[in-house]
């Protein structure tokens, strides 16, 4: 019973301590694919160009008319390093089995991130209990958008 007052008492610390850090703006995600850690301030985003090329292509697609599925397929033929495998080489890790097949949910992963505008957007998911692992998806009106945090990839005209 100790043990279990004493976790909950810590998850109510940490939600209150996160909260306060997505009220006042800050990232509380790790940076999306096209953005990397700015090593100078931990708390800022930098664009990593290599794979904003690939994010702004894939909007530019998505803007012509293609779909996931094929953007996914368009991506694969021109042999472009998926998320992980970008990732990987980074980092100097063994690169992943097939590094260059993209999936079409990845696709649509990096299409519907507001991140991509220069917004910085928290709180899109939560869990009901410090016990239970699963995530639920918040509504658009309990998000918390702040606009202009970091630099843009994508137009927000683009982007709708």
């Not at 890790?93 to 910085?120: A, Q």
């Not at 692992?133 to 990839?153: D, G, L, S, V, Y």
């Amino acid at each position: 019973m100790f043990n279990d007052f004493y976790a909950k008492d810590t998850s109510k610390k940490v939600r209150a301590i996160k909260k306060a850090q997505g009220m006042a703006g800050e990232h509380l995600t790790n940076p999306p694919y096209g953005y990397k850690v700015d090593p100078t301030d931990r708390k800022k985003w930098i664009v990593d160009e290599e794979a904003a090329a690939v994010v702004k292509r894939i909007f530019d697609l998505c803007v012509a008319g293609k779909g996931p599925m094929q953007i996914a397929k368009i991506l694969t033929a021109d042999k472009v390093l998926t998320t992980k495998a970008h990732y990987a080489k980074q980092k100097g890790k063994v690169l992943p089995e097939n590094p260059y097949h993209w999936n079409d949910n990845s696709v649509v992963g990096i299409l519907e991130r507001m991140d991509y505008c220069g917004h910085t957007v928290n709180f899109k998911s939560y869990s009901k209990s410090h016990k239970l692992k699963k995530r639920i998806p918040t509504t658009k009106e309990q998000q918390a958008i702040f606009r202009n945090t970091h630099e843009a990839i994508v137009e927000e005209v683009v982007f709708e």
